[in-house]
């Protein structure tokens, strides 16, 4: 049987976004209201390997120091894996988006080893706040559940129009619990 993944943004999804779109200290730090116990409950009770990707605008350059971003990053991994969610892989894109890189979100370049016959990408799901999380949900041929806050929808990075985007959303919400109702239930 093929595995599917839950492809997952870190900003904006399971930790709040802020308005300079850095996380570079603790006190910017707010988990998302129940991405804590939905994720444990989809780890442990879902057939979903749970894969991290997210874009950093920058990170290791004067813009972004590496040395900000890990104690926070690693904070947010481990407290995770202390309520059972592990995930298998965690992919950062460094760049910028004037940079148009493969690797950046919506393209797949981080993906390439999920597009095999062992995973079952159809039957997976991109979970992130932005149209480019969605976008990146069509790119590689699954579905995309839009956490929409309204508040950085991406719009000015997204390649197709939003329309276009629409039909490739399975669920919009921007409660973790219906996440995890939705995903139950296929």
């Given at each position: 049987?093929?595995?599917?993944?839950?492809?997952?943004?870190?900003?904006?999804?399971i930790?709040?976004e802020?308005?300079?779109?850095k996380?570079?200290?603790?006190n910017?730090?707010?988990?998302y209201?129940?991405?804590?116990?939905?994720?444990h409950?989809?780890?442990?009770k879902?057939d979903f390997?749970?894969?991290?990707?997210?874009n950093?605008?920058?990170?290791?350059?004067?813009?972004?120091?590496e040395d900000?971003?890990?104690?926070?990053?690693n904070?947010?991994?481990?407290?995770?894996?202390?309520?059972?969610?592990t995930?298998?892989e965690?992919?950062?894109d460094k760049?910028f988006?004037?940079?148009?890189?493969?690797?950046?979100?919506?393209n797949?370049g981080?993906?390439?080893?999920?597009f095999?016959?062992?995973?079952?990408?159809?039957n997976?799901?991109?979970?992130?706040?932005r149209?480019?999380?969605?976008?990146?949900?069509?790119?590689?041929?699954g579905?995309?559940?839009?956490?929409?806050?309204?508040t950085h929808?991406?719009?000015?990075?997204?390649t197709i129009?939003?329309?276009?985007?629409?039909?490739?959303?399975?669920?919009?919400t921007?409660?973790?619990?219906?996440?995890?109702k939705?995903?139950?239930?296929?």
């Open positions: 049987m093929k595995q599917k993944v839950l492809f997952i943004d870190r900003d904006g999804t930790i709040k802020t308005t300079d779109e996380i570079d200290s603790f910017k730090l707010v988990f209201p129940k991405s804590i116990v939905s994720l409950k989809i780890a442990k879902l390997e749970l894969v991290m990707i997210t950093q605008d920058g990170l290791g350059t004067s813009y972004f120091p900000t971003f890990w104690p926070v990053q904070f947010v991994v481990d407290t995770f894996k202390n309520e059972g969610v995930f298998k965690i992919y950062i760049t988006p004037k940079d148009n890189a493969q690797t950046r979100k919506p797949t981080l993906l390439t080893s999920y095999s016959e062992n995973y079952d990408l159809e997976s799901f991109m979970i992130g706040d149209l480019t999380d969605m976008e990146l949900a069509k790119n590689f041929g579905k995309g559940i839009f956490i929409n806050d309204k929808l991406g719009t000015n990075e997204i129009k939003r329309e276009e985007l629409d039909k490739h959303i399975a669920l919009e921007n409660d973790w619990n219906a996440i995890y939705f995903l139950k239930v296929l």
